[in-house]
């Protein structure tokens, strides 16, 4: 049997109970993101465009509202996720911003670090394997549990730390304003990224 299969229905997958991880209210997160390049966006806002080929969980469907966040508690493990292709940290490029904010009410999220993937059928590849299979999973878990908010999931290029992408489920939770909200090529952030950047051996420009 394969470790990592296509999801079953949707309607099966609903009768495995859920395993949650809750965000609770004001609990930091962090994402970067670009102002600029071809996608351009700001910190607030989801993603309703997609499937991207690239984006690990993206649960969109053609002609269905869905938008997804992804995010990290830390600046290291969003260093690892965003910079995975070209493993060089390019602090000017597409005019990238750092942003940390809070949640103002608790989010529930889908666990995918623990055991819940291999009861459901598929294995830890679900967050490193097949990209169009662990969207499929992301569209079945979607329509399986409705109350879930997004997915808490390993990190393949952060050893595992944990990573999260939220759904549009959860837009009304963020907050209005930042903790922190600037641009990579800050000079305060060059002494994390150096440490960052040299923790991953990526590479830093």
Do not use: N
């Amino acid at each position: 049997m394969p470790k990592f299969p296509w999801p079953p229905a949707a309607d099966e997958l609903g009768r495995l109970p859920a395993t949650h991880h809750t965000l609770r209210a004001g609990t930091p997160i962090a994402r970067i993101y670009a102002r600029g390049g071809r996608h351009p966006t700001t910190w607030r806002a989801l993603r309703f465009d997609g499937p991207f080929a690239g984006a690990r969980f993206d649960h969109h469907v053609s002609g269905d509202r869905r938008g997804v966040m992804y995010a990290a508690r830390h600046l290291i493990t969003c260093v690892a996720e965003v910079f995975q292709d070209s493993r060089v940290v390019d602090r000017f490029a597409d005019d990238r911003f750092l942003a940390a904010f809070r949640l103002t009410r608790s989010v529930r999220l889908l666990d995918l670090t623990g055991d819940w993937p291999t009861r459901a059928g598929a294995s830890q590849a679900i967050s490193s394997g097949h990209r169009p299979k662990a969207q499929a999973w992301a569209r079945a878990i979607y329509e399986a549990y409705p109350k879930v908010e997004g997915l808490w999931y390993p990190s393949s290029m952060h050893g595992g730390h944990p990573a999260l992408v939220l759904f549009e489920r959860a837009e009304g939770a963020l907050a209005t304003g930042t903790d922190l909200d600037v641009p990579l090529s800050h000079p305060g952030l060059l002494p994390d990224l150096v440490r960052a950047a040299g923790s991953l051996g990526y590479l830093l420009r």
